[in-house]
Antibody, heavy 115, light 107 residues
Framework: EVQLVESGGGLVQPGGSLRLSCAAS????????MHWVRQAPGKGLVWVSR????????TYADSVKGRFTISRDNAKNTLYLQMNSLRAEDTAVYYC????????WGQGTLVTVSS | DIQMTQSPSSLSASVGDRVTITCRAS??????LGWYQQKPGKAPKRLIY???SLQSGVPSRFSGSGSGTEFTLAISSLQPEDFATYYC?????????FGGGTTVGIK
C-alpha cells in the first residue's frame, strides 16, 4: 500500500524558514517523480513544485521560485521542501504527491506564516 | 500557463441523481487530465486518470470523458458518500494547473 507521510509543518514568522519532509513507503520511491501541492484554508489546490527521479531536474511555480527548494533522498525514501523567506500567503496545507500524473497524496502538513 | 475552467463551481443534487462536471483547458492537453475528490479535512483522492480511465477501487458510477480541451466527469447515480468537492488537474504542461473545484451538496 502506498503511504506518504508529511511532517515539519508549524507556525513560523514572516521571513522565516521551514523544511517539510515526506516519508514514502509501499512503492519504489526512486522510480517516481514527486510533487508538492498546497491548499490555503478554504481555497483550491495549487501545484508548487516537482522533482524527477534522481533529483537532477526540478520545476517551481512562479510564486515560490527562488524561495523554495525541492529535493529528495532516494536512500531514505524521503522528499523534502525547503521553504525560505516565508510570507503570509504561503499559509496552507502542503501535500506530498506521487508520480508524474499525480496519483497518490499524503495527508498533508499545515504551515502557518504569521507574526 | 494553461487555464483550467471548471463548471459549475457548486451544485445541489439528490441521492440517485446523475451529475456532470466540466473542465475546459485554455489549450490542448491531449488526455493528460485527472479528476480528484476531496472531502473536508482530507487529502484529495484520484478518481479518473488519462481523462477516462477509472482508478482502481473507484466505483463504476464515476466516469470521465473528453480529450484536447473539453473534459467531463459524470456520476451516474449520486450516493451519500459522493457529497464532496471535485477538482480536475492537467499534467500536460508545467506549471500543472487545477480547476477551481466543484462542490456537490445535498439538495
Amino acid at each position: 500500500e502506498v503511504q506518504l507521510v508529511e511532517s515539519g509543518g508549524g507556525l513560523v514568522q514572516p521571513g522565516g524558514s521551514l523544511r517539510l519532509s515526506c516519508a514514502a513507503s509501499g512503492f519504489t520511491f526512486s522510480s517516481y517523480w514527486m510533487h508538492w501541492v498546497r491548499q490555503a484554508p478554504g481555497k483550491g489546490l495549487v501545484w508548487v513544485s516537482r522533482i524527477n527521479t534522481d533529483g537532477s531536474s526540478t520545476t517551481y511555480a512562479d510564486s515560490v521560485k527562488g524561495r523554495f527548494t525541492i529535493s529528495r533522498d532516494n536512500a531514505k525514501n524521503t522528499l523534502y521542501l525547503q521553504m525560505n523567506s516565508l510570507r503570509a500567503e504561503d499559509t496552507a496545507v502542503y501535500y506530498c504527491v506521487k508520480a508524474r500524473d499525480v496519483d497518490y497524496w499524503g495527508q498533508g502538513t499545515l504551515v502557518t506564516v504569521s507574526s | 500557463d494553461i487555464q483550467m475552467t471548471q463548471s459549475p463551481s457548486s451544485l445541489s443534487a439528490s441521492v440517485g441523481d446523475r451529475v456532470t462536471i466540466t473542465c475546459r483547458a485554455s489549450q490542448g492537453i491531449a488526455n493528460d487530465l485527472g479528476w480528484y475528490q476531496q472531502k473536508p479535512g482530507k487529502a484529495p483522492k484520484r478518481l479518473i486518470y488519462a481523462a477516462s480511465s477509472l482508478q482502481s477501487g473507484v466505483p463504476s458510477r464515476f466516469s470521465g470523458s473528453g480529450s484536447g480541451t473539453e473534459f467531463t466527469l459524470a456520476i451516474s447515480s449520486l450516493q451519500p458518500e459522493d457529497f464532496a468537492t471535485y477538482y480536475c488537474l492537467q499534467h500536460n504542461t508545467y506549471p500543472l494547473t487545477f480547476g477551481g473545484g466543484t462542490t456537490v451538496g445535498i439538495k
